[in-house]
């Protein structure tokens, strides 16, 4: 098995997890301006037309986690296609679209705290299900580098919208308020909200 093998369900069953959802988990989450570098990105490609995964990615994803990072002066690492090794006997093991670690070496992960994995087939859920194990992942890898990482945050993305999940204490929790790339502020206060609580705080 792999990340992308897993369902909710199967997680349940084979590790125990709690799994339960919220109306949302960033009820004062202030909005953030793009800036205009990222709102013309977004309208070229919109332009261009975003048919497939890949130009998603690129033209989509990419652009907007480049903006995170420039708004906190590089201060940790967004690595790209990477294997996240958390406990392969148990099929948490495959590669990640994205994960953003709590270091700013950008060669090698160290300390994940927030995996953002697209959806395939534009399949949120099955998207969901699949960072969920990505998270799991995460947590078994910081764990064995003595990384103590209380809270982990991911993402399920379609490129066009955005889905939430935290997990801690053995629980995920899935937000049911889904953002939209065309209300960039709100998605970009929310991804700053998990910057700061995760890497700046303390």
């Not at 037309?49 to 201060?75: A, F, H, I, T, Y």
């Not at 690492?77 to 948490?92: K, P």
């Not at 103590?148 to 999940?165: I, K, N, Q, S």
């Amino acid at each position: 098995m792999a990340y992308s093998d897993f369902t909710l369900e199967r997680l349940k069953k084979d590790f125990g997890v709690e799994i339960r959802s919220e109306r949302t988990l960033f009820p004062a989450v202030a909005p953030m301006e793009p800036s205009p570098w990222l709102i013309e990105s977004l309208k070229r490609a919109n332009n261009m037309g975003l048919g497939n995964e890949k130009s998603r990615s690129e033209r989509v994803v990419s652009p907007v986690l480049l903006e995170l990072s420039n708004r906190n002066e590089d201060s940790f690492a967004i690595i790209s296609g990477v294997n996240l090794e958390g406990d392969s006997s148990r099929g948490l093991n495959g590669e990640c679209d994205f994960i953003m670690s709590a270091s700013s070496l950008q060669d090698i992960v160290q300390a994940p705290v927030f995996c953002v994995t697209e959806a395939k087939k534009m399949d949120i859920d099955l998207g969901t299900a699949q960072c969920a194990a990505q998270l799991l992942g995460a947590a078994q890898f910081n764990q064995r580098e003595q990384k103590h990482v209380a809270t982990l945050y991911g993402c399920c993305t379609t490129g066009v919208e955005w889905r939430f999940l935290r997990f801690s204490a053995n629980t995920f929790v899935l937000d049911k308020t889904h953002y939209l790339i065309n209300e960039p502020a709100k998605l970009l206060g929310v991804l700053q909200h998990i910057v700061d609580e995760q890497l700046f705080v303390g």
